[in-house]
């Protein structure tokens, strides 16, 4: 008896133990992973810049290298690459990897392989400058790409390019199916998309929802059957929803919601590794942006720590360049450029010539000091710009906020439509190549801004291995743009996922979603 009852302790000790642990519940296969985006605006992943496009992208197509949990690059469509020399770069490609089959382009059975012709027709098509691709700066180091044979494939680059796999750059960009492209068209592409990733398009219903299910023939097969992602536009909603029950997982959770999810046993948080960057960005060629007092006033007017403490509290970190703490180039001496001073903001305007009106409204030859900021449609950036407005409006400027869908958004940074934004974010001092290099201007450099120094430093920086020297150029360059005024830093937001408890081996990443991965492959628990 004594015996029996030791016997029975142990086990229920080790049930508690591996139900604590995770460790009872084996993966299951089977079941539909519902996920809120706030919006999908095109299945084209060579001119999506946005975040929800990319969760949606990221299961549909395949990468050269994916990003893993600790932020490194690992193998997705290439199992291996190396680098021969400082200039070269050649991937070995996954053998069997097969495009979707079942739609316009493949009928059901009449696939083929994905072979390293598509991998140079990809890299080569975000290169054209006809495509007007976001990520035509991202790639333009790259002199030419080469088939070795049809699984390996060989990348040149016109200075060593330590760089090339970060994640807004080789590793986002998705590998297509030229007859995709040329059969359906950029509009019909844009609807339709053809890949070779885990799960393939089933229906894309503007809008309201995108619909995937399993590609049965996949690497790695998928414990899910299907991936449905509801276009929910209200953050508050949609974390709702995921209270609800009505959905699984809400990709973007308002600063405000966070301290309340921490609490649900229900529900998991996840916090991105790195803040991301927001700020304010002139387009330096539209007047009076073009002025650098007017430019210098309007970073004096703000008071950013009220602002950033009133909408964000504890979950994102005030920022006075771009590249954030913990990263090579971080430089927290910037703090000392542009403080909060209303009335010297006032004087320098005084300087460029507006003056207060009838009507208290600063003026100059008759026409008033306007400033629209244009802003996506985000709860917490509408929030923050609306503080800004309401500040500026109180010293005399003619303020105003202009919200927009993502796709308008990014169309009007890169037509030049713009005076003011709110500035899209590249993590990391890489993303300062990207950002104000003048080889960008109309792609990734939506501020039109061009100095032959920062040019050179930016250039210099992004071929130089060694990170001590690398710092000090990033910091030199970052200080150069500040000192311009290019932009207005305003803060690093921490982002935030919520997920049901039961998805399980569900891994947030910065830029994409591996629900598949070789680190990784989602499941629920019922």
Request: aromatic share 8%; no cysteine.
């Amino acid at each position: 008896m004594r015996r029996r009852k030791l016997v029975g302790l142990v086990l229920a000790v080790l049930l508690a133990v591996f139900a604590s642990t995770g460790l009872a519940a084996a993966p299951r296969e089977g079941g539909t992973l519902q996920i809120a985006v706030k919006s999908v605006g095109t299945l084209d992943p060579h001119l999506s810049a946005s975040d929800f496009d990319f969760a949606v992208l990221s299961q549909i197509f395949d990468t050269l290298v994916a990003t893993g949990k600790d932020s490194q690059p690992i193998p997705r469509l290439a199992t291996g690459w190396e680098n021969p020399d400082d200039l070269t770069w050649v991937f070995h490609l996954r053998e069997g990897v097969y495009w979707h089959d079942g739609n316009a382009v493949f009928p059901k059975g009449q696939s083929r392989q994905v072979v390293a012709d598509d991998v140079k027709y990809s890299i080569e098509r975000v290169l054209n400058p006809e495509t007007r691709s976001p990520y035509l700066g991202a790639l333009s180091n790259i002199d030419r790409v080469e088939v070795i044979d049809d699984f390996t494939v060989k990348i040149v680059t016109k200075s060593p390019d330590p760089f090339l796999l970060d994640p807004i750059r080789l590793a986002g960009i998705a590998i297509v199916p030229r007859e995709a492209v040329e059969k359906l068209g950029p509009a019909g592409f844009a609807r339709e998309a053809v890949g070779s990733g885990p799960f393939k398009l089933v229906r894309f219903v503007p809008d309201d929802q995108v619909v995937l299910e399993r590609n049965e023939n996949y690497w790695k097969k998928p414990l899910l059957d299907r991936v449905v992602f509801k276009i929910i536009p209200d953050d508050i909603v949609a974390v709702m929803a995921l209270e609800a029950g009505d959905v699984h997982v809400s990709l973007s959770v308002p600063p405000n919601e966070v301290d309340r999810l921490r609490s649900d046993q229900r529900i998991k948080l996840y916090r991105s590794a790195q803040g991301w960057y927001r700020g304010l960005g002139f387009n330096v060629q539209t007047p009076p942006f073009d002025e650098l007092k007017v430019r210098k006033a309007l970073a004096m007017a703000v008071d950013i720590d009220s602002a950033v403490a009133n909408v964000f509290g504890e979950n994102a970190q005030r920022a006075y360049g771009q590249v954030g703490p913990g990263l090579i180039g971080y430089d927290p001496s910037l703090k000392e450029l542009w403080p909060y001073d209303p009335q010297g903001a006032l004087a320098l305007l005084a300087e460029a010539g507006f003056v207060p009106g009838s009507d208290g409204m600063l003026q100059r030859d008759g026409q008033k000091l306007t400033v629209e900021i244009k802003t996506m449609n985000e709860p917490a950036r509408i929030r923050i710009v609306t503080i800004i407005v309401t500040q500026l409006r109180e010293l005399g400027i003619d303020a105003s906020l202009a919200i927009q869908e993502v796709g308008t958004w990014s169309a009007d940074l890169q037509n030049g439509n713009t005076g003011l934004f709110m500035d899209f974010a590249y993590s990391g001092a890489t993303g300062l190549h990207a950002m104000f290099h003048s080889d960008n201007i109309g792609a990734s450099n939506a501020h039109f801004y061009s100095n032959p120094k920062v040019d050179e430093l930016l250039s210099r920086g992004s071929v130089t291995v060694n990170p001590k020297e690398r710092e000090v150029i990033w910091k030199e360059a970052q200080r150069l743009i500040m000192e311009d005024v290019v932009v207005i830093p305003l803060y690093f937001e921490f982002g935030y996922t919520a997920a049901d408890a039961r998805v399980n081996d569900f891994i947030p990443q910065e830029w994409n979603l591996n629900l598949v991965s070789e680190e990784n492959n989602v499941w629920l628990s019922r």
